[in-house]
């Protein structure tokens, strides 16, 4: 009889750390990520990546019931024009960060500008293998690449 009340509380406890958990992720994790503090601090880390500064503007995170997330930016600039990007839609598989499929309406990108991204290092050895990797859904409308 002990046993039996002490494991339908077990069970309760762990019910309600789970509810409670899955609305956080599905109401409190947007709210966190889609703040003016948060866009400032992705912008900062893709500038040190990239090397030049961008604007990101219309970032929006939205959680999915099915414990995934979606990724809506509306542009992505570069103040020199190396890089814009517009109408960007990320969407996240199942548990995890990965992608399931990344979407762009417009990607205009000036190589002679941002060349600094291609270049080769060639004291690292990269290990590759194309049988392990898993290639999203990538849907772009318009590409346009200056390569000068």
Known sequence: M?????????????GIIFAVLYLFWCFGVPKI????YMVKKYETIVEE??????????FNFKTRPDLS????VREVS???????????????KILSV???SINAKKINLDLSGAKHLFKKDDNKKSKFDM?????????IHRMFVKID
């Open 131 to 139: 049988n392990k990797i898993e290639i999203p859904l990538i849907n």
């Open 98 to 100: 990965k992608p399931s």
């Open 33 to 36: 990520l889609n703040s003016d």
């Open 69 to 72: 997330f979606t990724v809506y």
């Open 2 to 14: 002990k046993l039996k009340s002490v494991l339908k509380r077990t069970v309760i406890s762990f």
């Open 49 to 58: 990546k990239l090397g030049f500064q961008i604007d990101v503007d219309g």
């Open 78 to 92: 570069s103040i020199k024009d190396e890089i814009e990007v517009l109408d960007f839609v990320y969407h996240s």
